[in-house]
């Protein structure tokens, strides 16, 4: 008899057995909490019939890009032949965008060249919501024998962009109540669980614009002339096609739910074995997305001890209501991080060789393991990494301690691959030495992370986000292609690699310009004012 008799039925069992006569049912009698014979064989033909079924209804929600009223979608396997089939060109990375962008493919190309499908690919391939906006629209003009008409009666209406604003005026995206332009939508955030659809107007058109060069921003400027893959923000251009997007929030979005992690309840999760999951902690249908599954935020004290063996960590990021988090080890332990978030890594010397120290899709602050040897693939080090022996690849480090063993007689070099690193103390001599040894495939370029607007104390700030806030290790566009193309796959380095941010931005320029007139220009970039909800106007924050 097996433990859960659950397990054994199936869905064509019970219909067959239920078909049956009732003198069959009724003489069909087995042991207490277990099948009768007959029922047992029923069951045994139904999980084949089951199969069958699931295995015709995927091949039917295959036909099509959309999912169907069961909520079966088509595998991401299946989308390049339907799309060969249909003439389509993908570029989306992420495999839901890359169905959206199939589904989409012939309504777009229906509305070619409307800016109302621009927007619309730059939702579906970026998956979150950009705002399109024509340059020639916001490029200052000089007067000539026909602008401004001067056949217009003098008190008419002015121009939605204007090279000299109202300073009477202050101008910013409100809330439309009954707004209805799709061009002025701004959906939710996907990791956002309070957020709503809403339309915006500006409060005070022709006046000057609260936030500059924000997707609200209307009035006319000089061209631009600037190379827009260099300068994280660009202004207007007559040949160039400006793509406002909503910043990512990251591996610490605010879908992600929330749990107190104890000593004492670690302890006891790891005296039932030595991996902690995410849905270990919460059931897995209250779990938000992470890099590579199910994902939590852990509230945890500011000092977790590790136990003195081997032990591995996946989903799980680590935040502490009294400051910064530190995981402490001892001389054995060995720990694994897959897809996790920690602040300062501390351990100590290890008593004996070996790997003590792996890393997969991860995010740290600070590692302290001097003395050990680590394997780091597709990580984010924002401040510095210690170890006496490191096996990287596909990583992004701020900088490595000149701690590392270039070679000797017993222990192998330290191997570094397809990763962005810089050395703490250029003027030791063993830390150049070792990292001069390190492949072509490495850079040294310089980083830039994206800023969002963030609460300090009581004020809103625009900076660079700190450790648990959204936003966190997101790289910005102004980034330079040696980092967002630097992975052994072209993708970016670091823990955003799978998260696909670099690479989506990268698709959503090659998909425009199959749409876009030839010679016209686009320039991409974060606005952390599509991270905020317009305010309702009369409120104090729409009254500046």
């Known amino acids: 008899m097996t433990e859960n008799i659950n397990d054994l039925r199936s869905r064509a069992g019970r219909i067959l057995y239920r078909e049956l006569p009732e003198e069959y049912r009724y003489r069909d009698t087995g042991t207490e909490g277990d099948f009768g014979d007959l029922e047992a064989m029923l069951h045994g033909f139904g999980h084949l019939l089951d199969q069958i079924r699931m295995t015709t209804e995927q091949a039917h929600a295959d036909s099509f890009a959309e999912p169907l009223d069961d909520g079966r979608a088509i595998q991401p396997w299946v989308v390049p032949y339907l799309a060969e089939l249909l003439g389509a060109e993908l570029t989306a990375p992420d495999p839901v965008a890359r169905a959206d962008e199939l589904n989409n493919s012939v309504a777009w190309f229906k509305s070619k ?278 096996d990287a690849s596909d990583c992004l480090f701020v900088s490595l301690a000149d701690t590392l063993i270039c070679a000797d007689a017993e222990t192998p070099p330290s191997c570094i691959r397809y990763s962005r690193f810089a050395q703490r103390d250029e003027g030791r001599k063993k830390s150049r030495r070792c990292l001069d040894a390190r492949g072509g495939s490495n850079t040294t370029a310089l980083p830039q992370f994206i800023d969002r607007w963030h609460m300090d104390d009581k004020d809103c700030v625009k900076r660079i986000a700190r450790y648990g806030e959204a936003g966190y290790a997101v790289l910005d566009t102004d980034t330079t292609a040696a980092i967002t193309t630097g992975a052994e796959d072209e993708g970016e380095m670091g823990a955003g690699h799978g998260l696909y941010h670099a690479a989506s931005l990268r698709a959503l320029k090659n998909k425009l310009e199959q749409f876009l007139p030839l010679g016209q220009e686009i320039a991409i970039f974060y606005d952390p004012m599509l991270a905020l909800s317009p305010p309702i106007s009369g409120s104090a924050d729409s009254d500046i």
Not at 158 to 184: C, M
Not at 288 to 307: E, R, S
Request: glycine share 8%; net charge positive.
């Open 113 to 390: 060249g409307t800016l109302s499908s621009i927007d619309n690919i730059g939702d579906v391939v970026a998956r979150t919501e950009t705002v399109a906006k024509e340059g020639w629209r916001m490029t200052a003009q000089t007067p000539r024998m026909d602008l401004p008409p001067f056949t217009q009666h003098p008190d008419a209406a002015q121009p939605s962009n204007v090279v000299t604003p109202d300073f009477r005026k202050l101008d910013r995206a409100v809330v439309d109540e009954g707004g209805s332009n799709p061009l002025h939508r701004l959906k939710a955030d996907r990791h956002d669980p309070d957020a709503r659809d809403s339309y915006w107007r500006p409060l005070a058109p022709n006046g000057v614009s609260c936030f500059p060069r924000a997707y609200d921003d209307s009035t006319a400027r000089s061209p631009d002339l600037r190379d827009p893959d260099r300068v994280r923000r660009i202004g207007p251009h007559p040949r160039r096609t400006l793509i406002h997007v909503r910043p990512p929030q990251g591996i610490f979005h605010k879908a992600l739910p929330e749990v107190v992690l104890g000593q004492k309840k670690l302890n006891a999760l790891l005296r039932e074995g030595s991996v902690v999951r995410a849905e270990d902690l919460l059931p897995m249908a209250q779990l938000g997305d992470g890099i590579t599954g199910p994902a939590v935020i852990a509230k945890t004290p500011a000092k977790l001890n590790l136990p003195n063996r081997a032990v591995t960590f996946e989903g799980i990021r680590f935040v502490s209501d009294k400051g910064d988090v530190t995981l402490k080890g001892a001389a054995n332990t060995n720990v694994t991080f897959i897809d996790c978030a920690a602040h300062t890594v501390q351990l100590a010397l290890p008593k004996v060789r070996g790997v003590s120290f792996r890393a997969v899709n991860s995010v740290f602050e600070l590692i302290l393991a001097d003395g050990r040897h680590g394997q780091m693939e597709y990580c984010t080090v924002m401040e510095g990494a210690d170890f006496a022996r490191l």
